[in-house]
């Protein structure tokens, strides 16, 4: 594929090889994209200013929107910020996996500025997907890797959507095949007070209240984290939700028995659904037809992430 089109990154197997080349190129300041259990991410060294701004100009990213950095483990994690008793339990219960901390951030954490965009918190997250992790533990720092797309666009679930998304901008992706979440993490932000959870995402807000009880009601406090745009996650083209009749000029994107043109699960399957919404916005994007509609998704469980990624794009 890579070499059909010269602007296209080099797509290598997520295997040994490929592995050691991705801690190659981030060790020399480079930009990765790296499979996770979520969506791909684009991975940089956290602790090089250089590095950190090569993402937000591969992404055409907002400066003042904070990245995830991601570790290996709990210690490493623990050098970054500061984790209170509520943190430590967030953390044995979900980590590894897809929960993302917001926490306070330690004065000697040496992340570059532009990894929190100048705030005094830091989104922490230890991934489980093999690939990610292997690469985390040989890496020469922790890795701030937001999605390995544009900046508002569709997030990626496959490396031929990162090739797509990032033609011109980045040197690798390491392909890991699809994602198995297909949604983002979710953040949580711990307070001093409580927590309050700043993107949906596959850990449900039922889960982390079993863990520490109810949350904070009331507003979050802006931009602390990744994916809290009001715009975000846009096909590009005018999308209509809550769709319960079919138009001729729509591509219409299905849940359950109503299937339309994509089917986010046939059998109203929730977790299948958010594994295959990404898919279904690229196809959408590509598709002839000018506009797109999406039949009701439950708000239950992690259909408030799905609904929440569908806003955004909608919006």
Request: glycine share 8%; net charge negative.
């Amino acid at each position: 594929m890579t070499d059909a089109n010269p602007s296209l990154p080099r797509v290598l197997p997520a295997d040994e090889a490929g592995i050691i080349e991705a801690v190659r190129l981030l060790d020399q300041g480079a930009c990765v994209a790296l499979p996770t259990e979520t969506v791909y991410g684009l991975a940089a060294r956290a602790d090089s200013a250089d590095a950190v701004a090569g993402i937000y100009r591969a992404k055409g990213r907002p400066d003042f929107n904070p990245l995830i950095v991601h570790v290996p483990d709990l210690a490493a994690g623990e050098r970054l910020a500061v984790f209170d008793d509520r943190a430590k339990l967030l953390a044995d219960r979900f980590w590894p996996g897809s929960l993302t901390m917001v926490l306070p951030l330690r004065a000697d954490s040496g992340l570059a500025p532009a990894v929190t965009a100048n705030l005094p918190t830091v989104a922490l997250r230890m991934p489980s997907h093999p690939v990610m992790r292997s690469v985390l533990m040989a890496a020469p720092a922790p890795l701030a890797a937001p999605s390995a797309n544009r900046s508002g666009g569709v997030s990626p679930t496959s490396a031929d959507h990162v090739a797509a998304s990032l033609a011109g901008r980045i040197p690798l992706v390491l392909d890991g095949g699809e994602t198995e979440r297909g949604l983002e993490s979710t953040i949580v932000a711990v307070r001093e007070n409580g927590w309050q959870i700043l993107r949906p995402g596959p850990v449900t807000e039922d889960e982390i209240t079993q863990v520490l009880g109810p949350a904070l009601a009331g507003d979050t406090k802006g931009i602390e984290a990744p994916g809290q745009l009001a715009s975000h996650y846009a096909p590009g083209k005018p999308v209509r939700l809550e769709a319960r009749d079919a138009r001729d000029d729509e591509f219409r994107i299905g849940f359950g028995a109503d299937g339309g043109d994509f089917n986010l699960s046939e059998r109203g399957d929730l977790a299948e659904a958010a594994s295959r919404l990404y898919a279904a916005l690229h196809a959408a994007s590509h598709a002839h037809r000018p506009r797109v509609a999406i039949v009701p998704i439950p708000h239950e469980g992690i259909g408030v992430a799905i609904n929440d990624r569908l806003a955004r794009a909608a919006a």
